[in-house]
T-cell receptor
């Protein structure tokens, strides 16, 4: 039982490049979310999903896209990387809105 | 905007003492959750309290919720050096399914 798996763990991008952060869970959780964590800012919600085919925006969605074609996977796409997107990104999943979330170990992204 | 706000931002205590962290939030909630994050790691879910509950216990953790004041507290009893971490409160609103976090309290437990 792997839980929530995020890849890659580290990534350096040049400004303007695009990339996809991968997130997969094997717990059959319906709810999945992406957060970014910056010093002094806590965790801010980027996008979330309450089931396959359903996604919605969080607090800071600009510059990011998501899709949820399967229950297991919830990739986060950076369309055109900017230095302001330098951050640690966490994916999390939950069975439903009355359950706690399980977090991945994070992706540390640097945009130069 | 972020829903929860933890207080204090940082707390330093001696091993064996109790640690209390507070969380205030702005809008109605379905439930409130507390998480721990060790430096450089992902978050770990500690405890969830529903809006119709006032107190909940789990091992050395005690959580209270006052919906009239829109506040919660997390008490860690008999703290250990291994409790050193950041602690976050997070809420799920009454009308949506977003889990939104505060900025956290950094707890340092000195041996």
């Amino acid at each position: 039982n792997a839980g929530v798996t995020q890849t890659p763990k580290f990534q350096v991008l040049k400004t303007g490049q695009s990339m996809t952060l991968q997130c997969a869970q094997d717990m059959n959780h319906e709810y999945m979310s992406w957060y970014r964590q910056d010093p002094g800012m806590g965790l801010r919600l980027i996008h979330y999903s309450v089931g396959a085919g359903i996604t919605d925006q969080g607090e800071v969605p600009n510059g990011y896209n998501v899709s949820r074609s399967t229950t297991e996977d919830f990739p986060l796409r950076l369309l055109s990387a900017a230095p302001s997107q330098t951050s640690v990104y966490f994916c999390a999943s939950s069975y439903d809105s009355t359950s706690g979330y399980t977090f991945g170990s994070g992706t540390r992204l640097t945009v130069v | 905007s972020q829903q929860g706000e933890e207080d204090p931002q940082a707390l330093s205590i001696q091993e064996g003492e109790n640690a209390t962290m507070n969380c205030s939030y702005k809008t109605s909630i379905n439930n409130l959750q507390w998480y721990r994050q060790n430096s450089g790691r992902g978050l770990v879910h500690l405890i969830l309290i529903r809006s119709n509950e006032r107190e909940k216990h789990s091992g050395r953790l005690r959580v209270t919720l006052d919906t009239s004041k829109k506040s919660s507290s997390l008490l860690i009893t008999a703290s250990r050096a291994a409790d050193t971490a950041s602690y976050f409160c997070a809420t799920i609103g009454g009308s949506n399914y977003k889990l939104t976090f505060g900025k956290g309290t950094l707890l340092t437990v000195n041996p």
